[in-house]
């Protein structure tokens, strides 16, 4: 079935540094990618999203890259903050065809620490 | 925008009994909600999808007889886990989708810890 593959599982850099989590995907005809922050107990949040129709993205110290052909995506944060450790998913859309929607189908997560 | 409510946020229960946990959009309309489970240290797994007014979809492996999943509103998604065991504690959260959009984006909502005894 369809997968989505995160690495790495954990990551920890200093504080200023940058920080890269990169995913692949396996339903070629996925055409949205979203990334989520969470920290511990709480809700996933929506911290930066693409589609298939744009090569990059970029929100102030986050940006995300999508590489169709190679079917895989990339987290990069830029001068990290002792905030910005969490837990991040990244995650591909698929087509449910039983109900005719869009699901999400989650990778595994990056446990990013982030030291002062 | 795009708020989404649990309710409740925690709970504690003995084997067997059954457990409903709330599903709200609070400022926009929600055609379509997913629930999730999380194990702790684990990803979002989804178990459903609930549409309004009609059947919800369940994933491989999910119990839909356990797992009963009621959309009767359009702001307003009730999963109800059925004569719970210990190996159904979780975190289950929910999210929604904003049908003014065209986007798949998905609003989370904070959660519901469920622990049976």
């Known amino acids: 079935g369809e997968n989505v593959e995160q690495h790495p599982s954990t990551l920890s850099v200093q504080e200023g540094d940058s920080a890269v989590i990169k995913c692949t995907y396996s339903?070629?005809?996925?055409?949205?990618f979203p990334w989520y922050k969470q920290e511990l107990g709480k809700r996933p949040q929506l911290i930066i999203d693409?589609?298939?129709?744009?090569g990059e993205k970029k929100d102030q110290r986050i940006a995300v890259t999508l590489n169709k052909t190679a079917k895989h995506f990339s987290l990069h944060i830029t001068e990290t903050q002792p905030e910005d450790s969490a837990v991040y998913f990244c995650?591909?859309?698929?087509?449910?065809?039983?109900?005719?929607?869009?699901?999400?189908?989650f990778g595994a997560g990056t446990r990013l620490a982030v030291h002062p | 925008g795009a708020v989404v409510s649990q309710h409740p946020s925690w709970v504690i229960c003995k084997s067997g009994t059954s457990v409903k946990i709330e599903c709200r959009s609070l400022?926009?309309?929600?055609?379509?909600m997913f629930w999730y489970r999380q194990f702790p240290k684990q990803s979002l797994m989804l178990m459903a999808t609930?549409?309004?007014?009609?059947?919800?979809?369940?994933e491989q492996g999910v119990e839909k007889d356990k797992f009963l999943i009621n959309h009767a509103s359009l702001t307003l998604s009730t999963l109800t886990v059925t004569s719970a065991h210990p190996e159904d504690s979780s975190f289950y959260i929910c999210?929604?989708?904003?049908?003014?959009?065209?986007?798949?984006?998905?609003?989370f909502g904070p959660g519901t810890r469920l622990l049976v005894l």
């Open positions: 999210s929604a989708r904003d049908v003014r959009t065209a986007v798949e984006t998905q609003y």
């Open positions: 339903d070629s005809a996925s055409n949205y």
């Open positions: 693409i589609r298939s129709n744009v």
């Open positions: 995650a591909a859309s698929i087509w449910g065809f039983s109900g005719g929607y869009n699901k999400l189908i």
């Open positions: 609930s549409n309004e007014g009609s059947k919800a979809t369940y």
């Open positions: 400022d926009f309309q929600a055609t379509t």
